[in-house]
């Protein structure tokens, strides 16, 4: 599934995505699990960003079987936040139980646009903590598994190879978008 966003960038509406897999078939109420990872996500962004769509897939295909125009924002309260430029990003990254061809352990990587840092001695490299913790949450849900109906869903690889941890950078990373 994918969850499209926007927000302003150099003065110009830019769009930017996130795209999960999950374990299992496809869901039996799409709709269900779209409003379930909006809701995980929401408290990431500031209400400067807007969710535009979701789309889900099926299994190995890239043409979408089910779609929701959404009309939501950012829930994050970003009182003492300092959002940063726009190609600044909060990165998630999750081991798998994947491993390559040299034995190494297979990483997913999620990128979330509208990074926020604080107004003190950390600098602007170090994320907002209060970002950084709903990050963090959300790739513990996806981890462990969140509930939709009657159906727990965990994040995997494209493949089907399920995540194993979750680790929120603490720095603010830089994520181009595409041209």
Not at 52 to 80: H, I, Q, W, Y
Not at 133 to 161: C, E, I, W
């Amino acid at each position: 599934m994918q969850v499209i966003k926007s927000f302003a960038y150099r003065g110009a509406t830019q769009e930017f995505s996130n795209r999960y897999h999950f374990d299992g078939g496809v869901p039996g109420d799409w709709n269900a699990l779209f409003n379930a990872v909006v809701a995980l996500e929401q408290y990431i962004f500031p209400n400067t960003v807007s969710f535009k769509m979701a789309r889900g897939f099926a299994p190995g295909s890239d043409v979408a079987v089910a779609n929701l125009v959404l009309s939501s924002a950012g829930l994050l309260s970003s009182t003492n936040g300092i959002q940063l430029p726009g190609d600044c990003a909060a990165m998630l990254k999750q081991a798998t139980t994947k491993v390559s061809t040299k034995n190494h352990v297979v990483y997913v990587f999620s990128y979330y646009h509208a990074a926020m840092h604080t107004n003190t001695n950390t600098g602007p490299d170090t994320l907002w903590s209060f970002q950084l913790s709903n990050v963090q949450a959300l790739g513990d849900a996806m981890k462990n598994g969140f509930t939709v109906g009657a159906r727990t869903y965990k994040r995997t690889t494209p493949d089907g190879h399920l995540v194993t941890s979750a680790t929120a950078d603490g720095q603010v990373r830089h994520r181009d978008f595409p041209r």
